[in-house]
């Protein structure tokens, strides 16, 4: 069964600064996803990461995949308030076609 | 346009009531999902249905009864309601079960 595990679980930073979320999964995932949920609100898709190497960039947020190290990230360059929210991290187990399974979540704060 | 929606937003209930919580998308998918967070912000999966059919049933108590009259709705369906029940349910859909999943508002459920 997979298990996917983010760290760090809380992360606050500076605005301006980059940080690496890291996202590790214990078996073959088909595929990748990353998530973000304001306080209160709904999941918002970020990415969908669909093969060894890919990487995804939308504004100061980038993703990658690495099948090979099982290992996911996503890289915020020069981070602005508007960033803070928990990012999950989401992979779909081979074989079960629509399990998704969620890591624990990354809880960012960005501060002034 | 909402693309997934649920009813009710918040829905505040004694223990021992039976409730249930509505789901709809007009994104033409082919499979919903009933997903749990708890107070932890833990994403879990509880149910998918595919066309109708269920094709994904985690370890959830059988108070919880998923029903999908077509494969624009699925609702959720809880007996005999619990303390621990009081979570955050998120429905879902995606194309082909496989895909990219987008989620409504959620439903914050309390049992007093």
């Known amino acids: 069964e997979l298990k996917v595990e983010q760290n760090p679980l809380f992360l606050s930073m500076q605005e301006g600064k980059n940080y690496t979320i890291y996202c590790n999964y214990s078996?073959?995932?088909?595929?990748l996803y990353w998530y973000r949920q304001d306080p209160g609100k709904s999941l918002e898709s970020l990415f969908v990461?669909?093969?060894?190497?890919a990487v995804k960039q939308e504004g100061r947020l980038m993703a990658s995949l690495d099948t090979k190290a099982r290992l996911s990230t996503l890289h915020i360059t020069a981070a602005v308030h508007d960033l803070s929210a928990t990012y999950f991290c989401?992979?779909?187990?081979?074989?079960?076609?629509?399990?998704?399974?969620f890591g624990t979540g990354t809880r960012l704060q960005v501060t002034l | 346009d909402t693309a997934v929606s649920q009813t009710p937003k918040y829905l505040v209930t004694q223990m021992g009531n039976d409730k249930s919580i509505k789901c709809e998308q007009n994104?033409?998918?082919?499979?919903m999902y009933w997903y749990k967070q708890d107070s932890k912000k833990f994403l879990k999966i509880m149910f998918s249905?595919?066309?109708?059919?269920?094709?994904i049933n985690e370890t959830v108590p059988n108070r919880f009864s998923p029903k999908s009259p077509d494969k624009a709705h699925l609702n959720l369906h809880i007996n005999s309601l619990e303390l621990g029940d009081s979570a955050v349910y998120f429905c879902?859909?995606?194309?082909?079960?496989?895909?990219?999943?987008?989620f409504g508002p959620g439903t914050r459920l309390t049992v007093l």
């Open positions: 994104l033409g998918h082919d499979t």
């Open positions: 249905y595919n066309n109708k059919e269920l094709i």
């Open positions: 078996t073959t995932s088909d595929r």
């Open positions: 990461l669909l093969s060894n190497g």
């Open positions: 879902a859909s995606s194309l082909a079960g496989v895909n990219e999943q987008f």
């Open positions: 989401a992979g779909i187990d081979t074989g079960t076609a629509s399990k998704l399974t």
